[in-house]
């Protein structure tokens, strides 16, 4: 029997036929997709108040507390008649993220005093060029909470929605 490898043959099949009544470790990704774990740390996202004026004031506590240097930025002021828009005197009129620098490491959410930043549940699709993974404010920027309210709760995330 050994000879004509059946014994193996059969455990071979035991082994196999064991695993076909197994629950499934795979999910078909992209159609079903995993539940993050609740400290998961992805892509990050400007905030804005609850009037849709952007929290960020520049301080650039964000970008000294980051290991990775990822984080630039330029101030600007504010000026008569763009209280809407911004909600302290000063602004960042430039805002930038390499992600390839960044390891997701959230120092810049905690060193930030404007709850401007956070990392949400979302993490930086695949890009073929170096320039795709600058993320620059336009990117970052949660959608406005009043005229785009669905977009913002959806980018809030699970997270966010937790901390408030
Ligand atoms: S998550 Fe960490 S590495 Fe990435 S930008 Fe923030 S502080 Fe820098
Ligand atoms: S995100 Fe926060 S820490 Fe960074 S510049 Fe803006 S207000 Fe300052």
Redesign the pocket.
Known sequence: MEKIYLWNILKGMAVTFKHMFKKRPTINYPEQKRPFSQVF?GL?VLNRDAEGRENCTACGL?AV????E??TMEAAERLPGEEHLYREEKYAAKYE?NMLR???????EEACPKDAIY?SQTFAPANYGRKGFIYKKEDLLIPHPVKEPEAYQKALGEKAALKN
Request: charged share 5%; hydrophobic share 50%.
């Open positions: 740390r990050h964000c507390a980051c290991p990775a990822a984080i993220i960044c390891i997701f490491c959230g120092l810049c990392l």
